[in-house]
């Protein structure tokens, strides 16, 4: 040891039987040795000759127990044990290659185990449990600096201690036996600390310790599995006898075999001499017969390679290492970490699972701080899915927020082994462990499925819809299979993410098959495909061709007298404001349009770009002086149609991926963009993704250790293999010298019975195999390969010829038959002229690739892409003159219609998309927008009934629909919300399958439709309800107001009244005319007030609603609801109630133009009266015509004077709505 070094721990004090004695300055010495850890060198010198002076054990930890009652010195002495006991991978980084580092980093970690030892003490734990115990006891607001670094630093030590690895040369100790592990732990239980930990994992004020407190319980449990602390305590169960039995059976009869093989070895008379034998068949190096010179007994275990050296394989082709086997701990220690996960799950394990993932997603830990997260996740749901499982202790982790979670830390695992591979085995361990959480969370779905309660069913069920949903989920177990790669993945790993395959697959088929129509989410790659040059049209730009279109351009020039059409000039832009192409760059582009246009033979178009052009690029004259003359103008654009412009490259043609058709096409492919999408789920189709070589081979690979494996192990693979073999009819794809191999291996070993199922299956699949070979002579050469689906498919139907040799054969009548159809319709303009000849062929079971084949075969088409299916949409561009004539007819009969553009696409003769009908509507100028081709929706809300039944409201109307502008009874606000209505239906029926949201119906509806909702719901005592709904609309708006932007708010009713008001049917039924969103899913509990309606709006409903709540309590209005009389009426009662409704209705015209006039005559006698308010005229307009010059309407206050004053005299019950709604009376129905 350095002098200086063994001075200072001298200077500590020195231990004197059990009494240790400090000196003067061991404080001084203690604060010495921390500086000489500061400066020590990368062979970590100092550690080690501390190590060997066994500081921490004679000096260090009887200071902390006899003198912890010195807070400085015990502070400084847990500063140096935590630096001393730091992991030796953190001091050297990783595990040394060199030789001599590595030799550095054993020492180190040799004198770790020798602290741990040390440690394993109770009175050790005590001290820091007595300590951590004070420190906790005081509140967070009285803690200073200090006390959180002290505590801190104890977790750590303890999580130091737990962290050193276990020697195993040393500890050579059989299960259920106390290691140096096991007797830590229980001086952990034994003082106390345990509670400690569970105390900071569930206090709210202690959540900053959160990720050291996971920490600790892992390495804890580091030599624990879930199965061996469940069964702790209790006898072993029938099934685990069974199992037990079961592998005893099997090594007992390998034993017999072995012992009858040996007694058949054995011959009746001994030969003590060896002898020499010439085997027959089997050829030695040269052309001689092999001469084999051992015992005649042994040679059925003789091969060519005996003798020789064994080949070293090299280290980027090892297998990887397995990792560390669990032991099973001693019997009390079981029991006390048994009682700590019931403890830990019961009262910690949803807040700290919920404080640590916060912070991961955060990032507020350190680097891989979430193995632990994972650990923690697959341990403890493990436990609590053996012992009497109960969902709600794992609440929080189960979600789709934690499968989402797990799925991108797979990825983000799998992508990293593959970069960085000098950490690959780190990234690997890391990778198993998520899949671990992944697999556990699988099979806690899979046990609340199993559950008698209808809530946790429900629940199971939502979360297996969403990740049965999403591709990515479905999907993961093929991508993990098909990557799997030995040399980094453990067996261990395989055998994970074979029984998780296994799980999902039955979870999954299931599920399906409880479901008749299953959609799912589907994502297909759109891929570029490069068709090379385009070849001009034959003619395109010969000198004949271009004076042909320019005679034609000149003609349209002319004829239209060089002026264009405002609707026309306004659309054309002629650059791209979006594109990334600098502006100046784009006018290469721009004279590029105008020379397609003028090609196009679209000449007012090519004239209206080149003057648009001309205005953003002026400079250098390029597309003409500003005073150009139409003359000019005319010779630039000829200039221009014969000019050779630079083109781009034309645009690429975007194909979805698809194996219909484009088998007979060779075009390079690079990958563009993503199309999600949703299609019908069929569990088949799903099964026939793993008929691949690449998932096979690692089932076959873990089929290997059969011998080894679990019985659930072979049986998961099994599955998947007869799945393969029997479901998909796919047995071909095990068509393998390997695997026949190992089917031998399987039969012939004498434990055969043990594994009924293995057995089984290698016999049907060599049975299928030898069939297979009596009728393909080559069968036996396919063994020596791995097959994919063409060639398995080849292999059993028939290889090329031969396959097209076994389809049926066409007859010379059928031949004749296509070349006198082809003949008759190749000059007919059909798109698809093989769609047309299939219906037509005399043999119904002919499909389109077999026509063509023949077609080509028969010479009658040169290749088969002459054949190819045209693409969707329409192929018309252009529009002829006619066509545009018919287009404005058809405008001008159903522009009055109820639905413009859907009746013109019907009458139209050529058939175009609606979008392109819109777009040529509006070039035309015949309508400025696009909403005005908006389908109107009809307004009435209640439909009529029985003509004797009709009441007041319906008859009035009757008398006002045969008016065709439903918009003159409304505002002109009103008519600008229903219009923004259309625009919103229009984009809900495009977005197919989207949520739908109730619209947020017009005030002047809105008192129309829910006045009598109103009453009706106040006569049964529901005024503070309705009151407390104004309330909530009132603040929703204020609240509005003030932040600026808009979110859903809930209404949570906060007394008895109001929760018995929002169970009611009749008040949901007032919240839904409000435009009140319900609950949307069982996540959701409340009715919300939706984002898109407006403060103002929200105002509006609250005093309409408070008006309709005062009137029904003044009673101001009377009410008469019109019910159905119980006996039928006469026609002479019907006729006179339709003339007293009819002199009403005059009555009430005359009374609101003269209250008109009157109002119109005082506007223009003073100034000072039109600044009173004018609500009289707001949002209502009067109705220019020429028989009736005196037609107008007022407004809803107005109406209701006069409608009281009507309803008084002619003594005629009315409705409430009816006061709110808007009359235009034509003088003829007067």
């Given at each position: 040891?350095?002098?200086?070094?063994?001075?200072?721990?001298?200077?500590?004090?020195?231990?004197?039987?059990?009494?240790?004695?400090?000196?003067?300055?061991?404080?001084?010495?203690?604060?010495?040795?921390?500086?000489?850890?500061?400066?020590?060198?990368?062979?970590?010198?100092?550690?080690?000759?501390?190590?060997?002076?066994?500081?921490?054990?004679?000096?260090?930890?009887?200071?902390?127990?006899?003198?912890?009652?010195?807070?400085?010195?015990?502070?400084?002495?847990?500063?140096?044990?935590?630096?001393?006991?730091?992991?030796?991978?953190?001091?050297?980084?990783?595990?040394?290659?060199?030789?001599?580092?590595?030799?550095?980093?054993?020492?180190?970690?040799?004198?770790?185990?020798?602290?741990?030892?040390?440690?394993?003490?109770?009175?050790?734990?005590?001290?820091?449990?007595?300590?951590?115990?004070?420190?906790?006891?005081?509140?967070?607001?009285?803690?200073?600096?200090?006390?959180?670094?002290?505590?801190?630093?104890?977790?750590?030590?303890?999580?130091?201690?737990?962290?050193?690895?276990?020697?195993?040369?040393?500890?050579?100790?059989?299960?259920?036996?106390?290691?140096?592990?096991?007797?830590?732990?229980?001086?952990?239980?034994?003082?106390?600390?345990?509670?400690?930990?569970?105390?900071?994992?569930?206090?709210?004020?202690?959540?900053?310790?959160?990720?050291?407190?996971?920490?600790?319980?892992?390495?804890?449990?580091?030599?624990?599995?879930?199965?061996?602390?469940?069964?702790?305590?209790?006898?072993?169960?029938?099934?685990?006898?069974?199992?037990?039995?079961?592998?005893?059976?099997?090594?007992?009869?390998?034993?017999?075999?072995?012992?009858?093989?040996?007694?058949?070895?054995?011959?009746?008379?001994?030969?003590?001499?060896?002898?020499?034998?010439?085997?027959?068949?089997?050829?030695?190096?040269?052309?001689?017969?092999?001469?084999?010179?051992?015992?005649?007994?042994?040679?059925?275990?003789?091969?060519?390679?005996?003798?020789?050296?064994?080949?070293?394989?090299?280290?980027?082709?090892?297998?990887?290492?397995?990792?560390?086997?669990?032991?099973?701990?001693?019997?009390?220690?079981?029991?006390?970490?048994?009682?700590?996960?019931?403890?830990?799950?019961?009262?910690?394990?949803?807040?700290?699972?919920?404080?640590?993932?916060?912070?991961?997603?955060?990032?507020?830990?350190?680097?891989?701080?979430?193995?632990?997260?994972?650990?923690?996740?697959?341990?403890?749901?493990?436990?609590?899915?053996?012992?009497?499982?109960?969902?709600?202790?794992?609440?929080?982790?189960?979600?789709?927020?934690?499968?989402?979670?797990?799925?991108?830390?797979?990825?983000?695992?799998?992508?990293?082994?593959?970069?960085?591979?000098?950490?690959?085995?780190?990234?690997?361990?890391?990778?198993?462990?998520?899949?671990?959480?992944?697999?556990?969370?699988?099979?806690?779905?899979?046990?609340?499925?199993?559950?008698?309660?209808?809530?946790?069913?429900?629940?199971?069920?939502?979360?297996?819809?969403?990740?049965?949903?999403?591709?990515?989920?479905?999907?993961?177990f093929l991508t993990l299979l098909r990557k799997y790669d030995g040399t980094t993945q453990p067996r261990s790993y395989l055998k994970d993410l074979v029984e998780s395959t296994h799980l999902f697959l039955r979870m999954l088929e299931r599920f399906s098959k409880g479901r008749r129509n299953l959609v799912v989410q589907k994502k297909r790659v759109k891929r570029k495909k490069s068709r090379g040059e385009k070849k001009q049209p034959v003619g395109g730009r010969t000198p004949e061709a271009l004076a042909d279109i320019w005679k034609i351009v000149e003609g349209q020039l002319k004829g239209i007298k060089f002026q264009l059409s405002e609707s026309l000039t306004e659309h054309i832009v002629p650059f791209d404001a979006a594109s990334e192409t600098p502006l100046e760059e784009q006018r290469t582009e721009a004279m590029v349009r105008v020379q397609d246009a003028l090609q196009a033979q679209l000449g007012p178009e090519a004239l209206g770009l080149l003057r648009a052009a001309r205005e953003v690029w002026p400079e250098g004259d390029v597309f003409g002086s500003t005073d150009v003359v139409p003359e000019e103008e005319l010779e630039l654009l000829k200039q221009i149609l014969h000019a050779e412009l630079p083109r781009s490259a034309p645009p690429e043609t975007q194909i979805e991926e698809d194996d219909e058709d484009g088998a007979e096409l060779e075009e390079e492919e690079e990958?563009?963009?993503?199309?999600?999408?949703?299609?019908?789920?069929?569990?088949?189709?799903?099964?026939?993704?793993?008929?691949?070589?690449?998932?096979?081979?690692?089932?076959?690979?873990?089929?290997?250790?059969?011998?080894?494996?679990?019985?659930?192990?072979?049986?998961?693979?099994?599955?998947?293999?007869h799945r393969v073999a029997f479901d998909l009819k796919m047995d071909a794809l095990l068509y393998q010298l390997s695997v026949f191999h190992l089917f031998n291996k399987i039969l012939s070993d004498a434990a055969a019975s043990s594994y009924k199922e293995l057995v089984t299956f290698a016999k049907y699949v060599l049975s299928r195999f030898f069939s297979l070979a009596a009728t393909n002579n080559k069968a036996y050469v396919e063994l020596l390969f791995w097959k994919n689906v063409g060639a398995v498919r080849e292999m059993t139907e028939g290889y090329g010829k031969d396959r097209v040799e076994n389809m049926a054969a066409w007859t010379e009548e059928e031949e004749q038959e296509l070349r006198t159809l082809y003949e008759e319709h190749r000059h007919s303009e059909v798109p698809d002229i093989v769609e047309t000849l299939l219906p037509l062929l005399s043999n119904s079971t002919r499909i389109r690739r077999q026509v063509v084949t023949q077609l080509v075969r028969m010479g009658l088409v040169d290749s088969a892409k002459e054949l190819k299916k045209p693409k969707k949409g329409t192929a018309i561009v252009l529009w002829t003159e006619d066509q545009e004539e018919e287009l404005q007819m058809l405008y001008e009969e159903y522009k009055d219609s109820d639905d413009v553009l859907g009746n013109i696409l019907k009458k139209l003769t050529a058939k175009r998309s609606r979008a392109r009908v819109v777009d040529k509507l509006l070039s035309m100028g015949l309508v400025s927008e696009r909403r005005e081709l908006y389908k109107k929706r009809s307004r009435s809300s209640h439909p009529k009934t029985s003509a004797t039944q009709i009441s007041e409201e319906e008859f009035i109307a009757g008398l006002t629909e045969d008016f065709p502008d439903e918009s003159l009874n409304r505002g002109e606000d009103e008519s600008e919300e229903s219009e923004e209505d259309d625009e919103e239906e229009m984009k809900e029926k495009q977005n197919a399958g989207s949520r739908t949201e109730q619209s947020f119906v017009s005030e002047g509806e809105q008192r129309t439709n829910f006045g009598g909702m109103v009453t009706a719901l106040h006569e049964r005592g529901m005024s503070e309800a309705l009151g407390w709904l104004q309330r909530c609309l009132d603040r929703a708006a204020k609240a509005r107001e003030d932040d600026g932007f808009s979110q859903a708010a809930p209404l949570v009713p906060l007394s008895e009244t109001c929760e018995d008001a929002m169970e009611d049917k009749s008040f949901h039924k007032l919240l839904r005319k409000l435009g009140m969103q319900a609950p949307a899913n069982e996540q959701e509990t409340f009715w919300r007030i939706p984002a898109k309606i407006s403060p103002s709006q929200l105002r509006r409903v609250a005093a309409s609603l408070s008006q309709n709540l005062d009137e029904s309590k003044g009673e101001k209005v009377l009410v008469e609801e019109v019910s159905p009389p119980e006996e039928p009426q006469s026609e002479a009662s019907d006729s006179q109630r339709e003339n007293a409704l009819k002199e009403l209705l005059v009555a009430r015209k005359r009374k609101r133009l003269s209250n008109k006039d009157e109002a119109h005559q005082d506007m223009e006698g003073a100034d000072s009266s039109f600044e009173r308010p004018q609500e009289m005229f707001k949002g209502s307009r009067v109705l220019d015509d020429e028989e009736a010059e005196d037609d107008g309407f007022s407004t809803a206050p107005e109406m209701e004077k006069n409608s009281e004053a009507d309803s008084d005299e002619e003594n005629i019950s009315a409705p409430v709505k009816r006061r709110r709604k808007m009359l235009v009376i034509d003088d003829e129905d007067d």
């Open positions: 040891m350095n002098c200086e070094l063994l001075a200072t721990c001298s200077a500590l004090g020195y231990l004197e039987g059990d009494t240790y004695h400090k000196e003067a300055d061991c404080l001084e010495s203690v604060k010495d040795l921390i500086r000489f850890l500061r400066y020590e060198d990368d062979t970590r010198d100092v550690r080690q000759q501390l190590g060997e002076g066994h500081i921490v054990e004679h000096d260090l930890l009887p200071i902390i127990t006899q003198h912890g009652h010195d807070k400085t010195l015990f502070d400084a002495c847990l500063r140096l044990m935590v630096n001393l006991t730091q992991p030796a991978i953190l001091c050297f980084g990783k595990v040394p290659d060199d030789p001599m580092f590595r030799h550095h980093f054993l020492k180190v970690t040799s004198h770790l185990q020798a602290y741990k030892e040390a440690f394993a003490t109770e009175k050790v734990f005590g001290i820091l449990s007595e300590t951590l115990y004070n420190l906790l006891q005081m509140e967070w607001e009285q803690r200073q600096e200090e006390d959180n670094l002290l505590i801190e630093r104890i977790l750590m030590l303890v999580r130091n201690v737990l962290h050193v690895p276990a020697d195993p040369l040393e500890e050579k100790k059989v299960d259920d036996d106390a290691s140096v592990h096991d007797r830590l732990l229980w001086a952990i239980h034994m003082s106390g600390f345990d509670d400690l930990v569970k105390f900071l994992a569930s206090a709210q004020s202690e959540q900053q310790w959160s990720m050291h407190v996971l920490e600790i319980i892992s390495l804890m449990f580091r030599d624990q599995t879930p199965d061996i602390l469940v069964s702790a305590g209790h006898a072993r169960s029938a099934e685990e006898k069974q199992r037990d039995a079961s592998e005893l059976e099997g090594l007992r009869q390998r034993e017999q075999a072995e012992k009858r093989s040996r007694t058949l070895q054995r011959g009746n008379r001994h030969s003590r001499f060896g002898g020499s034998f010439v085997v027959k068949g089997l050829k030695a190096i040269g052309d001689n017969d092999l001469i084999y010179h051992r015992n005649v007994n042994n040679f059925k275990n003789y091969t060519h390679d005996v003798g020789k050296a064994v080949r070293r394989v090299p280290r980027r082709n090892r297998q990887a290492p397995e990792f560390v086997a669990k032991r099973r701990s001693a019997l009390n220690v079981r029991l006390f970490l048994r009682e700590f996960c019931l403890d830990f799950l019961e009262n910690c394990y949803n807040r700290l699972m919920y404080i640590v993932k916060e912070s991961l997603i955060r990032e507020e830990s350190q680097e891989h701080d979430e193995t632990y997260y994972l650990w923690a996740l697959s341990f403890f749901m493990a436990f609590n899915r053996g012992n009497n499982f109960r969902a709600d202790l794992v609440s929080e982790t189960m979600s789709t927020r934690t499968f989402h979670f797990m799925e991108r830390n797979i990825t983000n695992y799998y992508e990293m082994l593959l970069t960085d591979r000098k950490e690959a085995t780190s990234w690997s361990r890391r990778m198993h462990l998520a899949l671990k959480a992944y697999q556990e969370l699988l099979m806690t779905v899979n046990e609340m499925d199993r559950s008698q309660d209808e809530s946790i069913l429900h629940s199971a069920n939502v979360i297996k819809s969403n990740i049965f949903y999403l591709m990515e989920y479905r999907e993961i990958l563009e963009a993503v199309q999600v999408s949703e299609t019908e789920f069929k569990f088949l189709d799903f099964i026939k993704k793993f008929a691949n070589p690449s998932i096979v081979r690692p089932y076959l690979l873990l089929l290997k250790s059969y011998s080894t494996n679990t019985p659930h192990t072979n049986h998961c693979i099994v599955r998947m293999l």
